[in-house]
């Protein structure tokens, strides 16, 4: 198994610009998780999935899409690149079990993107 | 809603001592699970331990222990005879049980081991 994975790893943008992060898990979770992680502010949540077809914002959803068309797969979109959005992203997946939610996250790597 | 509180930004151990991190969190659910993670400078982030709320006993795994008080809402992770690969920033957070699986983080300790 693969795991969590993320593409890219690094990207550089001027503002206005729009970007998808991809994000592919290949453990068939339920649960996806997208944070962001800024200096000083620890891990927040951007937007989260449950299930394919159901999404929901998080603590910081603002400037952000997402979508979950299959389990593996949950993009997210940057629609207008500010610089406030200059931070390293991290993807999660969890999943259940018998129908009880897990504490187990898993982590993909992460993306670096800048906003110039 | 879940907050997670770290207080001390840096912290730095000498090499084979103990250190303790400090954690304080505030929630209105009563069951809950809580952890530490790790972030190495690869940017990964790899769970360390973690406690579930109802659990009185505290956990343990290999080096790393926890000083859960649920009363106190305080959650501490000691980590004994350090080494240098321990150096790391560290994140406790919070998992409500009910909800979406979504964890609350603190703003990290960055741990400095000194040879």
């Known amino acids: 198994n693969a795991g969590v994975t993320q593409t890219p790893k690094f990207q550089v943008l001027k503002t206005g610009q729009s970007m998808t992060l991809q994000c592919a898990q290949d453990m068939n979770h339920e649960y996806m998780s997208w944070y962001r992680q800024d200096p000083g502010m620890g891990l927040r949540l951007i937007h989260y999935s449950v299930g394919a077809g159901i999404t929901d914002q998080g603590e910081v959803p603002n400037g952000y899409n997402v979508s979950r068309s299959t389990t593996e797969d949950f993009p997210l979109r940057l629609l207008s690149a500010a610089p406030s959005q200059t931070s390293v992203y991290f993807c999660?997946?969890?999943?259940?079990?018998?129908?009880?939610?897990?504490?187990?996250?898993?982590f993909g790597p992460g993306t670096r993107l800048t906003v110039t | 809603a879940q907050t997670v509180t770290q207080s001390q930004p840096e912290m730095s151990v000498q090499e084979a001592e103990t250190v303790t991190l400090s954690c304080t969190y505030d929630t209105s659910e009563s069951d809950y699970y809580l952890f530490w993670y790790k972030q190495p400078p690869s940017r990964q982030m790899i769970l360390v331990i973690r406690?579930?709320?109802?659990?009185?006993q505290n956990a343990t795994e290999n080096r790393f222990s926890v000083n859960f008080q649920k009363a106190a809402k305080s959650f501490s992770l000691k980590i004994s005879d350090s080494q240098l690969g321990d150096a790391a920033m560290y994140f406790c957070?919070?998992?409500?049980?009910?909800?979406?699986?979504?964890?609350?983080f603190g703003t990290g300790t960055r741990l400095t081991v000194i040879p």
């Open positions: 999660a997946s969890s999943y259940s079990l018998g129908g009880t939610l897990t504490y187990e996250q898993y």
């Open positions: 957070a919070s998992l409500p049980e009910t909800g979406a699986n979504n964890l609350f």
């Open positions: 406690q579930e709320a109802y659990k009185q």
